[in-house]
């Protein structure tokens, strides 16, 4: 399975996919380095009018609800029409999920009328959209992980997409499928847009593994485990951090990769 999920990093690197993102301002510029550095190539548009045009041209969509206004809602709205009706995946982002009732209301719509590829959250996001009990502080979670694996479970039941649960412990959620990845380290969590970053690097590999989305989420996912990691051994604080991050998604090797990852499967995803 290692070997496996090195080959989807390799993947991305040759076919160096088009990730369209819409997201917040305090993350533009992290996740456009942190998609390139992957060997993805990012590109960031909100104009109503070029929409459609925009997706057409992709091979995956990011919509992150972190700086909600009303004119990049709708954007976010044509946007998933369009990688609806051309079959591109489009991955969910949802920031502070139950913090209020606007945010709440527009979540409610997107998964609604357009079901998401992929859902990627910490616990508390994962719980509030899930309509389960949970607390939302800001956009960090007060809840593990594990706490979420009952709102995964209905998430994925109701609309059919991969959920993902950030946290020390990354969970991956399918059609009875269930990965943990145990990579990652506590200074990740001092750098602003880190759980962005993430899903902005599940697009880019969904991009390149349209097929195999749940495979694409989970080598994602220890994508960013190992790099942060490889940085979290090198920073000196949070700033540092951030720069050997970018580093390290562009200097992974597979043998470092492979003897780093640490990865358990299990095929009920309703046994944890």
């Known amino acids: 399975m290692k070997q496996e999920t090195w080959s989807r990093i390799a993947a991305v690197r040759h076919q160096s996919p088009l990730v369209h993102s819409i997201t917040n301002y305090v993350v533009m510029n992290n996740t456009a380095n942190a998609l390139l550095a992957a060997g993805a190539s990012p590109i960031m548009a909100h104009a109503h009018s070029e929409m459609e045009d925009m997706v057409a041209i992709i091979g995956a969509l990011v919509v992150n609800i972190g700086t909600l206004d009303e004119y990049w809602v709708k954007s976010m709205e044509l946007a998933i029409a369009q990688a609806t009706a051309l ?48 607390q939302t502080k800001g956009v960090d979670s007060t809840n593990a992980a594990e706490e979420a694996m009952e709102a995964a479970r209905h998430l994925q039941q109701a609309t059919g997409a991969v ?50 989305l749940f495979e694409a989420t989970v080598a994602a996912m220890a994508l960013m485990g190992v790099a942060g990691e490889i940085a979290a051994e090198q920073a000196m604080g949070p700033g540092t951090m951030q720069l050997h991050f970018l580093d390290a998604l562009y200097i ?21």
């Open 87 to 134: 079959g591109k995946p489009w991955v969910l982002d949802p920031v502070g999920a139950g913090a209020t009732p606007y945010r709440n209301e527009v979540l409610n719509k997107l998964i609604t009328d357009y079901k998401p590829s992929v859902i990627r959250g910490n616990a508390s996001e994962i719980m509030a959209l899930a309509s389960m009990q949970g």
């Open 252 to 272: 992974l090797q597979p043998e470092d990769f492979i003897q780093r990852l640490q990865i358990t499967q299990q095929q009920d995803a309703f046994s944890v």
């Open 163 to 212: 959920v993902c649960i950030s946290g020390a412990t990354d969970y991956i959620v399918g059609n009875d499928k269930l990965v943990a990845l145990h990579n990652g380290h506590p200074l990740m969590s001092r750098v602003t847009g880190m759980g962005c970053t993430a899903t902005a690097l599940i697009g880019a590999f969904c991009a390149a593994h349209p097929t195999e």
